[in-house]
């Protein structure tokens, strides 16, 4: 079979084998910036907008890509390469592939090489939407005091320097800087990252920033700028070397990095979008008026899920979710924890079937054919688990109920940030924290409390008698009898109900 690079040029003889854009691309304008066009992006808020794009009469809702950091440099080359365009290959259930090209992409900039160009497009009227997803992490949220980081010496930089920005604030704040200056609309900025109220918190984030860096702008923003929540769901493991060879082999695209998930997708938004939107409700999004329970209910259970897996995964030497969920004990941890501690924090979610949600992670988790890593579960988990998994705990603590669960997941992270397991296998860990969580869990061995010291992941946790003592005992436990009995014991006497 003769191979084709993807890019315009090929598209049509692409289109023989696979489904790609039937709309005309370079009738498409950007309505929407989106920064951070990693894998999520490309098989969540792109793929919705490629879906929608092939309504004839929608062509102002293009994507314009924004690489804003040094580390975007190879996903901006690779699409800059390949004219936006990109493959999308679902891992169906029984093991088939679905490809599809993906054009909703249709600009890109790179922000290090040239910023103004970026705030520019930002700025720009035909923007009505910036979208985001700047991970966890991004926000800049400092656990300790609740506010924003301005020790961040990034932070420092885009104060001292408002036109050479490096963070997603100082570029929002001077786009914004410049749509007042000239009179013009604002715009909506979107947040697509695991966070509670991820619209809500973007926008106290954002002015905490502008507060100090153009305290004259907050009323402007206040008026003209809303910030919707949004709920956002597809797992989308990291593209293996693999993956490009398949699409290669098996369907002749010369690929430089396409994107591979699965099947399920959803998009729960609150319908708040100051300066129009598109109808992405006609594609499968849903719009509510209230979107907090369904983001509760997904960060709670899948997210957190997903770090139950990875860290006693981890501690277990597997390297890929589907092995975990597939070792008994775990799979009975995690619906424990499901059931007993995450549950009774939820409270009625209107319209939602838990029990068929929690009955579907336990499938989609299970999907032997993605292989989503350990390691990317369990990278940047000092920022991911005070949004997945410390909300149950202070919850379940005000209400009396059970923790000895989630304090488990702590105690396994703590001996995980040792950064080798039980069997001697070196544990990569991926985290802005990683100097400070290992010397943490070095300390933890003589004094387990030492972990729960680093205020900036656990706040006042260690002030809670009833949770240290679960923890001291789960840290105890594993320690002295091994990840996997300790596991077995935990689970023993609770009832494996989810
Ligand atoms: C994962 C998420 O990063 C993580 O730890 O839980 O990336 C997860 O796969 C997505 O949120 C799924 O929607």
Not at 76 to 84: F, I, R, S, V
Not at 202 to 209: E, G, H, N, T, V
Request: net charge negative.
């Amino acid at each position: 079979m003769k191979n084709y690079k993807l890019n315009n040029i090929n598209l049509s003889a692409i289109s023989e084998r696979v489904f790609t854009p039937q709309y005309d691309r370079s009738k498409v304008t950007a309505g929407i910036v989106h920064v951070g066009i990693g894998g999520f992006h490309r098989a969540h808020e792109a793929f919705y907008t490629d879906e929608l794009l092939h309504d004839p009469t929608v062509t102002e809702w293009g994507i314009c890509g924004i690489a804003l950091l040094d580390f975007d440099t190879k996903i901006y080359n690779t699409l800059k390469d390949q004219d936006g365009l990109y493959t999308l290959i679902v891992k169906e259930l029984d093991g088939t592939l679905t490809k599809r090209v993906i054009g909703s992409i249709v600009e890109c900039l790179y922000a290090p090489k040239n910023p103004l160009k970026v705030i520019e497009k930002m700025a720009n009227p035909e923007v009505k939407i910036i979208s985001l997803t700047i991970t966890e992490g991004g926000y800049n949220y400092d656990e300790a005091t609740g506010a924003f980081n301005f020790k961040n010496p990034l932070i420092q930089q885009d104060l001292e320097n408002p036109q050479a920005p490096k963070t997603v604030f100082g570029y929002l704040a001077q786009a914004l800087k410049l749509r007042k200056e000239r009179g013009l609309k604002g715009c909506t900025i979107q947040s697509c990252d695991n966070i509670q109220g991820n619209g809500h918190f973007a926008k106290k984030m954002l002015l905490s920033y502008v507060q100090v860096a153009e305290p004259e702008l907050v009323a402007w923003i206040e008026a003209n700028v809303s910030f919707p929540n949004a709920m956002v769901d597809r797992i989308t493991p990291a593209t293996s070397p693999l993956d490009i060879e398949i699409l290669k082999e098996t369907s002749g695209i010369d690929d430089a990095w396409p994107v591979v998930c699965e099947p399920f997708k959803q998009w729960v938004i609150e319908d708040d979008f100051i300066a129009g939107r598109p109808a992405w409700e006609t594609v499968g999004a849903q719009f509510v008026e209230d979107v907090v329970p369904y983001e509760k209910m997904k960060l709670s259970l899948l997210n957190a899920g997903h770090s139950v897996l990875g860290i006693l995964g981890a501690l277990y030497g597997y390297s890929t979710i589907d092995e975990a969920a597939s070792n008994a004990d775990i799979s009975s941890f995690l619906r424990i924890y499901m059931g007993n501690e995450v549950t009774p924090t939820l409270g009625d979610l209107e319209g939602v079937n838990l029990k068929n949600y929690k009955f579907s992670l336990i499938q989609r988790f299970g999907n032997t054919y993605i292989k989503d890593q350990i390691d990317r579960i369990c990278s940047q988990s000092s920022a991911k688990l005070p949004i997945f998994v410390l909300p149950t705990i202070y919850s379940q603590l005000e209400r009396k109920g059970a923790i000895d669960h989630a304090a488990f997941i702590i105690a396994a992270f703590a001996i995980y940030s040792v950064g080798v397991n039980e069997f001697g296998t070196q544990l990569i860990i991926k985290d802005v924290m990683e100097t400070v969580l290992n010397e943490k869990a070095i300390a933890s061995r003589k004094n387990p409390e030492a972990f729960l010291e680093i205020e900036s992941i656990f706040g006042k946790l260690k002030n809670d008698s009833t949770f240290v003592k679960a923890y001291l005992n789960a840290y105890q436990n594993i320690v002295q009898n091994g990840i996997e009995k300790s596991v077995k014991d935990i689970n023993s006497n609770v009832l494996n109900e989810i």
